[in-house]
């Protein structure tokens, strides 16, 4: 359980400041994007700080981190090829949520039309998918 919320918190900073940073090169609103939930209903209603929105991206990586790691540990898979196919199988749904959060945000983000955003979502989700194995490999079971 603690390895996955490592694996989890440490990949979602790799997420979110990859964004970041394209989004501050590029000036596209991708990390605002990701960050985004205006949309929600009650939560939507209040303004919150950057950190606190951070954190409820963390929640999301936390719960994908968890899941990867217990599918690994249970041995359901377990080479290093698997590895890194199950970090992408878990990211792969993920990029598609570009087109959802894009059309039902309030906040100016990019549209779903904007292919070069959504070329910008894919690689840091990409990167995302690379930081699970390899945060994985450097905290081994205990």
């Known amino acids: 359980m603690i390895r996955g919320l490592i694996v989890g918190t440490l990949s979602g900073f790799v997420l979110g400041f990859s964004l970041k940073w394209i989004e501050m090169l590029m000036d596209k ?19 919150f700080a950057e950190w606190i929105e951070f954190a409820f991206h963390l929640i999301i990586s936390l719960i994908i981190g ?13 080479s290093w090829l698997n590895k890194w196919s199950l ?14 959060l894009s059309m039902l945000a309030i906040k100016d ?18 990167l995302y998918a690379i930081s699970l ?10």
């Open 109 to 126: 983000v990019p549209p779903p039309t904007d292919y070069l955003a959504f070329l910008y979502w894919v690689i840091g989700h990409v």
């Open 29 to 47: 609103k991708v990390y605002i994007l990701l960050l985004n939930i205006d949309f929600i209903p009650i939560l939507g209603e209040y303004t």
């Open 66 to 78: 968890i899941l990867y790691v217990f599918i690994l540990e249970k041995g359901i898979l377990g």
């Open 87 to 100: 970090a992408a199988v878990l990211t792969f749904p993920t990029l598609f949520l570009y087109f959802p």
């Open 133 to 142: 194995p390899i945060i994985f490999n450097l905290f081994p079971k205990r």
